[in-house]
Structure formats: structure tokens, C-alpha cells
């Protein structure tokens, strides 16, 4: 009978020093500062949907993109992006606007952005200059307060006038670095939380 006391006060005690251990990883103690925010990204896009087979290269790009922007509170994040676009029939730059709003969960942040602007074409402005939209999903993962590395897909289309748009899939892998460093959340009794 004193066996089975020992036993399970020592089951009870080590169940309660293990609650009182600090968390290792520290992720969901984390969110964002509002501040000024940098992404760079590289992006892949696949073409799915054409409905013109006289636009530059509906088949697939390779782009180079930078958002430069504000992290207006936690969630919400605003930026204007310019970059790069390499197609087999051309090369594109996209000008554009970037929102995007992220809930933080404890080891990934997953969000929802919105893409819109243009894509200008340097060679002929006036015939292969277009107009798209991107919505999507990512996740991201710091790996310190200021850096972050993303990963996010989406569906772009792409549209001179209701005649002409492509429609593609892509992929974006990235890196965000935030001038302000992510913060921790703390109770009044100095306990995080999230």
C-alpha cells in the first residue's frame, strides 16, 4: 500500500514539476511591431487558363519581386512591390500593391494576401502592359525578431481587356526583414501569452 502512495505521489509531482518548465521553442510568444517591412521573394508561375494564345508566354514565368511596406498592427501589413518577370516570350515588370493580414499560431504564421497592380511591358508598353490580381495563402517562421522566411501560393490573372487573361498558379519563397523587431506578449503576471 505504501508502494502504490510513493508511486503515485512521484507520478503527481513529476506531472508538476513539468509544468512549471519554461517552453523551449518560443514562437507563439512572438508578434509583429508595427513598422517598416522589406520582402524580397522569388516566385514561380505555371498557366492554366488562356484566353488569347497572342500574350507573352501564357505558359509559365520566373519573377524577382520586392515589397516595401508598413506593418500597419499585428495582423494587417500594406507595401508596394516592383520587380521582375522573365517569360520565354519576354521579360515583364510588375508594379503593385500588397496586403496581406497574418494570424500568429505557435510555431508557423499562417496569412492571407492580396497582390494587384500592373505588369508593364518595357519592350511594347502599349499592347503587352496588363493589369492582375493574386490572391493566396503562405505560412511563415522567423528564424530571429527581425527575420522571417516565407513560402505562399496563389492564382494570378493576368488581363489586357475582358478578351485577353491568363490565368496561372504560382509560388513564392521568401524572406521578410522587419526594421522593428518582434515583440513578446506578457500577462500582468509575468507569464507569456498569446
Do not use: W
Amino acid at each position: 500500500m505504501k508502494r502504490a502512495i510513493v508511486i503515485i505521489l512521484l507520478v503527481f509531482l513529476s506531472c508538476t514539476f513539468t509544468r512549471g518548465q519554461k517552453y523551449v521553442n518560443p514562437s507563439y510568444r512572438f508578434y509583429a511591431n508595427p513598422g517598416f517591412v522589406n520582402i524580397s521573394e522569388i516566385s514561380y508561375g505555371e498557366g492554366l487558363i488562356v484566353s488569347d494564345l497572342d500574350v507573352t508566354n501564357p505558359n509559365r514565368y520566373l519573377g524577382l519581386t520586392n515589397v516595401f511596406g508598413y506593418q500597419a498592427n499585428r495582423n494587417f501589413f500594406g507595401g508596394v512591390g516592383l520587380g521582375y518577370f522573365h517569360y520565354d516570350k519576354g521579360d515583364l515588370i510588375p508594379f503593385y500593391l500588397e496586403y496581406k493580414y497574418s494570424v500568429y499560431l505557435k510555431l508557423l504564421t499562417p496569412y492571407f494576401f492580396a497582390d494587384g497592380g500592373m505588369i508593364i511591358s518595357p519592350v511594347n508598353f502599349k499592347d503587352e502592359t496588363k493589369i492582375f490580381i493574386n490572391p493566396g495563402i503562405g505560412i511563415s517562421r522567423y528564424f530571429s525578431p527581425k527575420i522571417e522566411g516565407t513560402l505562399s501560393a496563389g492564382f494570378s490573372i493576368q488581363s489586357r481587356s475582358t478578351i485577353t487573361s491568363i490565368g496561372l498558379i504560382n509560388i513564392k519563397l521568401g524572406i521578410i526583414y522587419r526594421k522593428n523587431p518582434y515583440r513578446m506578449l506578457k500577462a500582468k503576471n509575468n507569464k507569456y501569452y498569446y
